[in-house]
């Protein structure tokens, strides 16, 4: 009897005892029985009076971290409430519950770590806690402004933290936005997400996300960033500007418009953000950016590195004042005249910022290390002799804007 018949009698007899030939979903652990995480906000104790040891669970702390308290909120969805789809016009939210039903459940508790911060969170919720839906982490700027050290160690160190969630910092206490309540989402965390990501995508924001911020962290040459958002009449979220670091540690914030700065020196597209400029005496006009194109030149001269940035960025005149004349070719390149001006004084003043606070999110350092290896490994050695010579090199920044269409409408 041949080897192969011998495996199909063995087959047959299997089948014949009903025994089971596959182990089965026998360590399946299902949805409804875990605590997904949707978002998180970390912030300072405040006031460490109301704070006691009962309130957390640990059983010993190491003197060396006692002084270090930190509040976690967390934002956790409740099974059969979240809405995965549109709406059904007046029914019900899929779970059997009514529509006035909390689609999430916001626990706060303490700890001296993230981690720390889990595991008391763990003892509150019957579910077993995960990561793995974990799309927003918002954190205070007194967090930022203390070092993100140890809390980027938490995170990547986990493996059910993805890389496409987005960290955030606040201008005020970040446990606010897990209450927010927008009227266009009934999810504060996913209200949030959409709206970043759409700004991402409409030209408002560049792109970075937690993965992005580690791996700009990780270069010599480069500072990371991050969205620096803020409320507004209580359920209204803003993106009001770019927190920017050196190294681990917040080094300043920008207004909104820098934005558009921070894009136009990495040549990013869509545009995205407008600019109104004086047309004339007798009124302004304002443009819409359309495109954007940047290129950064690093020169060693005198033994060091010097900056010669070229940006080219085209407009549409989108809107003008009643009495901004603009019915002539000379009017016109009186506008991009003016539009050359008031780009470059954007931009030197932005770099100017960064400048002096030794933050290079532009990434200049990265331009050296490519191009200049040399001088490289001669003077630099660490990220923060880096930041010290990127505060002091020379930068020359020229501007070439074009006014692509200014409309249908005639004077």
Request: charged share 25%; hydrophobic share 40%; aromatic share 6%.
């Amino acid at each position: 009897m041949t080897q192969q018949v011998k495996r199909i009698m063995a087959l047959l007899l299997l089948a014949v005892l009903h025994v089971p030939l596959l182990s089965g979903c026998w360590d399946r652990h299902e949805i409804e029985d875990r605590a997904l995480i949707l978002g998180l906000a970390i912030d300072e104790v405040s006031n460490k009076e109301d704070f006691n040891e009962t309130k957390v669970t640990h059983l010993a702390v190491p003197e060396s971290v006692k002084h270090r308290m930190i509040r976690l909120t967390a934002q956790i969805a409740v099974p059969g409430r979240v809405p995965l789809g549109p709406g059904t016009g007046g029914g019900g939210d899929g779970g059997g519950k009514g529509t006035d039903s909390m689609p999430v459940w916001v626990v706060q508790v303490y700890g001296h770590s993230i981690d720390d911060c889990l595991n008391n969170l763990q003892q509150e919720v019957a579910d077993p806690k995960t990561l793995i839906h974990l799309r927003v982490i918002i954190i205070s700027k007194e967090i930022a402004q203390r070092g993100l050290s140890d809390i980027n160690d938490y995170l990547r160190r986990n493996p059910e933290v993805r890389r496409s969630t987005w960290l955030l910092v606040s201008d005020q206490e970040a446990a606010k936005f897990m209450n927010v309540s927008p009227p266009l989402e009934r999810v504060p965390t996913l209200y949030l997400l959409g709206m970043i990501e759409r700004s991402v995508a409409m030209g408002k924001f560049p792109e970075d996300t937690i993965g992005q911020f580690w791996s700009a962290q990780s270069k010599l040459g480069k500072d990371s960033f991050l969205p620096y958002i803020s409320i507004r009449n209580e359920d209204n979220i803003l993106i009001k500007g770019i927190a920017y670091f050196k190294a681990d540690r917040l080094a300043g914030t920008t207004l909104p418009h820098q934005i558009a700065s921070y894009m136009e020196f990495k040549g990013l597209d869509p545009g995205g953000y407008s600019l109104m400029i004086d047309a004339s005496e007798k009124g302004g006009v304002m443009l819409n950016v359309t495109r954007r194109e940047t290129k950064i030149d690093m020169k060693i001269k005198n033994g060091q590195p010097a900056a010669y940035i070229k940006a080219h960025v085209e407009a549409k005149l989108v809107e003008k004042e009643t009495q901004a004349m603009i019915n002539t070719s000379e009017s016109l390149q009186q506008i991009e005249k003016q539009f050359n001006q008031s780009l470059e004084l954007n931009l030197h003043k932005f770099m100017h910022q960064l400048q002096q606070d030794k933050s290079d999110i532009v990434g200049l350092g990265e331009i050296v290390r490519a191009y200049h290896s040399q001088y490289w490994r001669k003077n630099i050695h660490s990220k923060e002799e880096w930041e010290e010579v990127f505060s002091k090199i020379p930068i020359e920044i020229k501007v070439e804007c074009k006014v692509r269409r200014v409309g249908l409408k005639s004077e």
